[in-house]
């Protein structure tokens, strides 16, 4: 079973010239097979979780650290992070013009594991997760992400998460500007990479509409940089029923 462990996490961004602190003291441990929602207004610093974890340079790490089975992951470069086993569908996919969706996911996989997938077996695992998330086989001679709708974008992400099959997922807002089939389509991506019980998924969203589908084992309010509340599915609902005022008007408080 392997450990995601975040302690006392601060991040800081440069802000006009000046460093300006996000996350103020986060606390989070996630299992194998746990399903963990993260869930909170705009501004919050969900983001900045998620790209902090994966390494993006614009967020700085002042306190706290990140261990995953034990090593320290905020030594790590990007790719060794990767390679370690995490993973990040992020919320705004770049294009990446010239690299077609095939040869960017078979490089992929060859990064991680040190040696190509053998060539018959990768492209059907690849045929059959792109049938799975009713993508066309044409989409994989198509450059990343390049003219791609928000759905086909959120889509390509997930493909990616099946394929490249990492210790701990990281979904930043995977829902957003999703139709309500696109969103059961991706949802159903996500339950099948869960259903094996290997995977850790940390699902970063502002709505509650995704958990209809995919089930969180843990919910945790993010406020003002920090962890406000931890529960099970039904703090979910009653952040449905009654949004963040309770929690944001704690914190302030505090």
Known sequence: MATLEIRDLHVSVETDGE??????????????????????????GKSTLA????????????GGTVTLDGQDVLAMSVDERARAGLFLAMQYPVEVPGVTVSNFLRTAKTALDGEAPALRHWVKDVRTAMSDLKMDPAFAERNVNEGFSGGEKKRHEILQMELLKPKFAVLDETD????????????????????????????ITHYTR???????????VFVAGRVAETGGP??????????YDRFVQAVAAS
Request: aromatic share 4%.
């Open 210 to 220: 995704i958990l209809r589908y995919v089930r969180p084992d843990v919910v945790h």
């Open 51 to 62: 790209y902090s974890i994966a390494g993006h340079p614009k967020y700085t790490i002042t």
């Open 176 to 203: 957003s500007g999703l139709d309500v089939d696109a969103l059961k389509i991706v949802s159903d991506g996500v339950n099948r990479v869960r259903a094996g019980g290997d995977v850790g998924v940390l699902l």
């Open 19 to 44: 460093p300006t602190e996000i996350l103020r003291g986060v606390d989070l441990t996630i299992e194998s097979g746990q399903t963990h929602a993260i869930m909170g207004p705009n501004g919050s």
């Open 234 to 243: 039904e703090l979910a609902d009653e952040l449905e029923e009654n949004g």
